[in-house]
């Protein structure tokens, strides 16, 4: 699969109800109740879900705030993964972010998860690995990325 055989729009409600439905399958555990609704109702404009053959693949739960915008929550179906899905919705993304006068990119992850620093970086963004982000004794990678200098 390239980058041309996905599509990219703005999730929709019944997007929404897809992806809360599987997220726990797709992440191997229980993460479903972290796709909390605002990303839809309040957040949506930046919602994004990736499609191939009319079926939901990947999502991007993100939203942008002053003159930054954050991903909060990515999914790409376990079929699907390693097939630029992931880079797909972020240059989306990114584009909108940019549009909208972005001018830093953020997202966070657990961390030891090697797989999303590897990801993050190719895509340019730097990880640093923050103590207590996330309260005490939980500490949190924050990936950032300039868009403008």
């Known amino acids: 699969m390239t980058q ?12 929404y109800d897809y992806v809360v439905s599987v997220l726990d399958r797709w992440w191997g555990g229980p993460s479903g109740q972290r796709a909390d609704p605002m990303y839809l109702y309040e957040f949506g404009e930046h919602a994004l879900v990736a499609e191939s053959d009319g079926q939901v693949i990947g999502f991007l ?17 376990p079929t699907h993964r390693r097939r630029h899905v992931g880079q797909a919705l972020y240059e989306r993304f990114t584009t909108k972010c940019a ?9 966070i992850a657990a961390v030891g998860n090697e797989a999303s620093v590897a990801f993050h970086v190719a895509l340019g963004f730097s990880a640093e690995e923050v103590d207590d982000y996330a309260g005490p004794g939980r500490a949190r990678l924050v990936f950032s990325k300039r868009l403008t200098e």
């Not at 041309?4 to 997007?15: N, P, Q, T, V, Y």
């Not at 549009?99 to 997202?107: I, P, T």
């Open 4 to 15: 041309g055989d996905i599509g990219i729009r703005r999730l929709e409600k019944a997007d």
């Open 61 to 77: 739960l993100g939203f942008v705030v002053h003159a930054l915008g954050f991903i909060h929550l990515v999914g790409i179906d």
């Open 99 to 107: 549009a909208a006068g972005v001018q830093e990119l953020k997202a």
